[in-house]
């Protein structure tokens, strides 16, 4: 089993402050995606990174896969009430074989 | 679009109750999974398949099985329920290559 590991598990922080979470496995992985879930809803992918060390930016979101492709981080910058919700980060599980495997999640809430 | 659909979306049994969760896509996706979700847990990969008439065990597949009777269609039975099957249960497809899974809205299901 390839373990994802996610830290901070809760974080509440008020707005306008920065943020990173960290997601963290002994494995590596083919491609490495963000996914954000609402309460009552289904995940909802954020971004998909796939080369070591590249960054990717969707607004006030970056997220960074590790070069040994093992980790991955999002820092939100300037976080806004709208952010709050459950992240989650998903790693391809081996080349040719693309289970899925989600990480245990990370609770944000951002207060007003 | 419909994207992937699950019934039902609530479900109470009583424990040693069998019942079956359906979960339709109409994405053409050849990958469905399920999984379920727990506290704190992020989710955890029950069955998968990668396409029709193929299925894999996950992580936690113990007291479920499945059935992927054509393309569109996965569906996963519990034959005796439990207590500690108490969970949110998620249908996804797609998700491979790289590319965006795509989540049901979740089956909440208590066994008393």
């Known amino acids: 089993t390839q373990l994802l590991e996610q830290s901070p598990q809760f974080l509440s922080i008020q707005e306008g402050e920065n943020l990173t979470v960290y997601c963290n496995s002994s494995?590596?992985?083919?491609?490495l995606q963000w996914y954000r879930q609402e309460p009552g809803e289904g995940p909802v992918l954020l971004v998909t990174?796939?080369?070591?060390?590249e960054v990717k930016k969707l607004k006030r979101l970056t997220f960074q896969f590790g070069d040994a492709r093992k980790d991955s981080s999002l820092h939100i910058t300037a976080a806004q009430p709208g952010d709050t919700g459950l992240y989650l980060c998903?790693?391809?599980?081996?080349?040719?074989?693309?289970?899925?495997?989600f990480g245990t999640g990370t609770r944000l809430t951002i207060i007003p | 679009n419909a994207g992937v659909t699950q019934t039902p979306k609530f479900q109470v049994l009583k424990t040693g109750q069998s019942m079956t969760l359906q979960c339709a896509q109409d994405?053409?996706?050849?990958?469905m999974y399920w999984y379920r979700q727990d506290p704190g847990m992020g989710l955890r990969l029950i069955y998968y398949?990668?396409?029709?008439?193929?299925?894999d065990k996950g992580e936690v597949p113990n007291g479920y099985n499945v059935s992927r009777l054509n393309k569109r269609e996965f569906s996963l039975r519990l034959e005796s329920a439990a207590p500690s099957q108490t969970s949110v249960y998620f249908c996804?497809?797609?998700?491979?290559?790289?590319?965006?899974?795509?989540f049901g809205q979740g089956t909440r299901l208590t066994v008393v």
């Open positions: 398949s990668a396409s029709e008439g193929t299925t």
């Open positions: 998903a790693g391809g599980a081996n080349f040719g074989n693309e289970k899925l495997t």
């Open positions: 996804a497809s797609g998700g491979v290559m790289n590319t965006e899974a795509f």
């Open positions: 990174v796939v080369t070591g060390g």
């Open positions: 494995s590596v992985f083919s491609s």
């Open positions: 994405m053409n996706h050849n990958s």
